[in-house]
């Protein structure tokens, strides 16, 4: 990774665990929507708020592949876990179809928030 994209990461790390702000990268020419990015990261913030300290989305979308940089802290152990959830999204070729491939992605990164957590209770009993 660059040392200008570990700076970007980073600066993204302290902002979103400063004030909880959503960070987001809109790709413009293939025009996913970012308010909708936004609101779903707003539910997963709002839904884990009791177990999730920071929380952070990069989305990118390049010829046809849209994929989310996931990074998240627990508050039981304050340990950043990060994870890259991509599709081949060829066949979205309009808002709603970019919407429910969008869509699915957030699934898989609540499941993969769930099983952090449950992993982390089962830990600690």
Known sequence: M?????????????VARAGGRLNT????????????????????????KLYVETFMVDLWSDHGFIEFRVGFALRSDHKLRSEVFGIEATEANND?????VIAALFMEIEDYIDEAIAGQLEAMN
């Open 96 to 100: 709603v179809e970019r919407r429910a």
């Open 2 to 14: 660059p040392l200008s994209d570990t700076l970007r990461t980073l600066l993204r790390l302290l």
């Open 25 to 48: 990268h809109r790709s413009e020419e293939h025009g996913i929507e970012k308010a909708y990015v936004d609101r779903l990261s707003s539910t997963l913030i709002e839904q884990y």
